[in-house]
């Protein structure tokens, strides 16, 4: 039995993913079950809710050669912790591949778009499977959950084409007033502690030379609501600090993206981190937060930058 | 401009999915150009002529970030040297997962299935592009070769039904007939000289420790006249042990493949290897050669047991 799973800290895309790609295998007569690498965000719970779903079981610790596919995902550092000692069959992903290698032929399906909901749809189109109302729920909300309703720089084409596709058949008649929703369950972050809500989207990036890193972590919020989480300031910069130390750190940056203003203010942490942000994007730090105006994308328009910054003369 | 290439010392596969990939992202609307990383074994000469089609150009050293599309491989021994260099941006293959990293989202289309001609007709088909006869042909003859018509276990339904759907277009009514010419234009080895012989198609596999690992060099001749082959059997064997001498190798093996019986009779350069394949295989050798019976595929059922042999103890 393949074990399908996404990444950890989990967002709408992994869980979505693993569901519908573990459907559709079994549709193809592969016997396939979907996990989960960690707890479930709020706006993921919630479309699970409106679907009346259950989680996906949190991935037990597997034997060696166990079978799995991974999915929004391929780098060992954001997957199970011996996944080089497991039998990775198939990967369907969106992101640059990392350190993953294979014993045998697998089958491996990544495209540049914004989306793993996005390559989904693809392989049930050429599959010449039917699209259900659940499958295109769970499609179309990690399709807007991974693109903010279109507003990241990630969004490709073939987002917007698959969304259109799967809305009527998702039941869905307002999209706008759906991915509204999502965001706002999203935001409704009530009393989560500080460092949780630090680490519920949040990785460590390696920049510079690759035996002797510059590591820093780099977590994002994003909310209809940045107001709330500016309220909590103190408290996230209280474990920011924490992680620093805690995890051995040379940065820590946490963004606070505003959804709906598709904007961008980010926790500076201390002069080491505010000196890097003004070199990089020529930004200033006033109370701990430097405005980065409409960078929201992590994975475009942060890391790619800070890379370059840290990367060795050659 | 995209440069699209198959692996060095290339096989029909390798020249047939450069030509036919770089043909059908040019029809999407992607420039890109076929090339070769080495000169074109008999039967792919046979292949290219029988087409009037010339072969790819060789390719030349590009810059760093150059733009690439590999094809039928995707580790770094088997591709041009400064890869590591290159921006990585598709890969269609049937191979393991090896070492590949790449720094952006790239394409990935990998299946295990017998051939990349198999998996490019799914892509002409995916995209609703009609295939044009000159590809049928080039994927058809790619599809024989790398399944010895369908002989090789590594022979899946899909290459049937690709080779089935696509000999109409191709304009060829007999299979078995133009199969038997292709292989019998690669066993005219003529005057080939014996290091050349062993060098067709021949890696370098890297067993057990990765840090100190064994490594050991295999060649493969797949011939319907296995005859001529042993004739040379003196002049091939001081090849090998030049290539052991040079490569500074821990073990060489040179399997002669009778393609129509199925058979594979491996020539064994020392002590060192009859011990190891008396291990492995528990087959002896008589006057250095070993009868390796129907295992046929280096891929598939050589190297996966040396691989296993050499396997340092966990």
């Known amino acids: 039995m393949l074990h399908v799973f996404g990444h950890t800290n989990p967002d709408t895309d992994a869980i979505s993913a693993a569901l519908v790609y573990a459907n559709l295998l079994s549709r193809q007569g592969v016997a396939a079950q979907a996990f989960r690498l960690g707890e479930l965000n709020f706006e993921t719970q919630f479309v699970l809710k409106e679907l009346g779903l259950e989680a996906p079981s949190l991935l037990p610790e597997l034997p060696a050669g166990a079978a799995v596919a991974l999915v929004d995902h391929n780098e060992s550092a954001q997957s199970t912790a011996n996944l080089a000692q497991l039998d990775v069959q198939r990967v369907v992903d969106h992101h640059k591949l990392g350190d993953l290698t294979t014993a045998a032929p697998p089958y491996l399906r990544f495209e540049p778009v914004g989306c793993t909901g996005t390559i989904l749809l693809k392989l049930h189109r050429e599959a010449n499977l039917s699209v259900e109302p659940r499958e295109a729920k769970l499609m179309l909300s990690a399709i807007l959950s991974d693109t903010l309703h279109f507003r990241s720089p990630t969004t490709t084409p073939e987002d917007r084409e698959a969304a259109a596709f799967l809305a009527p058949i998702a ?47 780099i977590g994002v919020i994003e909310t209809t609501n940045p107001g709330y989480v500016f ?84």
Do not use: C
């Open 231 to 314: 309220g909590r300031q103190a408290e996230l910069l209280a474990a920011m600090d924490t992680a620093k130390a805690n995890d051995d750190l040379n940065g820590v940056l946490l963004s606070v993206v505003d959804i709906l203003n598709g904007t961008n203010r980010t926790l500076v942490l201390s002069a080491t981190e505010e000196k890097v942000l003004q070199e990089v994007f020529g930004v200033s730090t006033h109370g701990q937060v430097a405005d980065l105006g409409q960078r929201i994308s992590r994975k475009k328009q942060i890391v790619p930058a800070l890379e370059k910054y840290f990367a060795p003369e050659s």
């Open 171 to 217: 039941g869905i008649q307002n999209v706008e007033e759906y991915a509204l929703a999502m965001f706002a369950a999203k935001s409704d972050l009530g009393n989560t502690p500080a460092d949780t809500l630090l680490k519920m989207d949040y990785k460590v990036f390696p920049f510079g030379d690759p035996v002797k890193p510059h590591q820093w972590g």
